[in-house]
């Protein structure tokens, strides 16, 4: 197997340069954020963003090399990485670290790594294999690909982090619509799953549970789960239509706003840039969303196609869901912000999805050229 599938002068003239300032742009300003978000505790606030610079510079740096490495050569390895982090979720069973309730990082003292996370990018390129070698036409290659999602979706919901879990269950709800299965097994699906509604809420954890409610209704515990939501409304709620300026935010600074670099850190950029600044950061995001389905579109290779209809679902719902939770617009479920939110696992994982896209362009300038 050839080691590079792309040289640096098939880069330059493949490179989607407005996927790759959208996403520059995005990240920047999540470090300015982190930034701000920690600023009242001045012995956290640079190393936070120190640690995201960091995090940034390996990523971009894992970025450009999978650029290189290229979209065919990655999905040959899609199996075995697969196995790697299945392992992986198995012993985060045994020996994980606990947070905010969930079993789901290994922590090595200077750094945490969720591998949930990174787990994305393996799902993405199983799913694309998989979908493409047994097109889910019917019910036995659906019930095969459902098999082997929920190889990653069981350890998942047992550390339990349903958040990732439902990304999981959208990437492959979404592939397996693109892949195009027949309506009446995609419905199917749908049926089951809301059937299963009833027994799923058995399954939460008491503080899970609290979370949905108090989506429903912040004044149940106001002083608990809902105290969160409650504060975040207000933070976006008082930015009003320009913000109150960078590092001027009163819910962050005093501490009012919960979790501030990292789930609810688009609370924290509503405050201080307002309207204006939100629709910046959402047309980035629209931009970004747009590129990849213009490649989705553009490819003829099924696997590519499905790779990137993939990655495409999981950066939406995690984009969407983020920001719809700071807003009370959705239950709270711990998700990162794609590019914004503090974490050096789902920095990667996001760069390393957005890098594999950038593969498919590349791949279909060459075939312009």
Not at 191 to 198: F, S
Request: aromatic share 14%; proline share 4%.
């Amino acid at each position: 197997m050839q080691v590079f599938e792309n040289s640096w002068l098939d880069i330059k003239k493949g490179l989607n340069r407005c996927m790759f300032f959208a996403a520059v742009i995005l990240f920047t300003l999540g470090v300015a954020t982190i930034y701000s978000a920690s600023y009242s505790l001045q012995t956290h606030s640079l190393p936070y963003m120190i640690r995201q610079l960091v995090f940034g510079l390996i990523g971009f740096a894992v970025y450009f090399l999978i650029v290189k490495i290229g979209y065919k050569n990655m999905l040959k390895l899609a199996v075995p990485l697969s196995v790697i982090v299945i392992l992986l979720f198995l012993l985060l069973l045994v020996v994980g670290y606990t947070s905010k309730g969930a079993q789901s990082w290994f922590n090595f003292g200077f750094i945490r790594l969720q591998p949930s996370e990174i787990g994305k990018i393996a799902f993405a390129l199983l799913l694309a294999k998989c979908c493409t070698m047994f097109p889910p036409s019917n019910l036995k290659r659906i019930a095969l690909v459902f098999g082997i999602s929920l190889c990653f979706l069981l350890p998942i919901l047992l550390q339990p982090d349903f958040g990732s879990a439902l990304v999981y269950s959208v990437m492959f709800f979404t592939v397996l619509i693109v892949a195009g299965t027949p309506a009446k097994f995609l419905f199917g699906i749908m049926g089951a799953g809301i059937a299963m509604l009833p027994a799923g809420w058995f399954m939460l954890k008491p503080y899970q549970k609290m979370r949905i409610l108090v989506f429903f209704d912040a004044s149940v515990d106001p002083q608990g789960a809902g105290y969160n939501v409650i504060q975040s409304r207000i933070a976006v709620g008082s930015g009003g239509f320009f913000g109150k300026g960078f590092l001027n935010g009163t819910q962050s600074k005093l501490r009012f706003l919960p979790e501030q670099h990292t789930d609810f850190i688009f609370g924290v950029f509503s405050e201080e840039f307002g309207f204006v600044g939100c629709s910046f950061v959402l047309a980035l995001y629209a931009l970004l969303l747009w590129k990849i389905i213009e490649t989705i579109t553009s490819t003829r290779d099924p696997e590519a196609r499905l790779l990137c209809t993939a990655i495409a679902a999981w950066l939406w719902f995690q984009m969407t869901e983020s920001i719809a939770m700071c807003m009370g617009l959705a239950p709270v479920t711990g998700l990162p912000l794609p590019l914004f939110s503090y974490g050096g696992s789902s920095l990667l994982a996001v760069l390393a999805g957005l890098a594999l896209v950038q593969c498919v362009e590349i791949s279909l300038a060459k075939e312009r050229f």
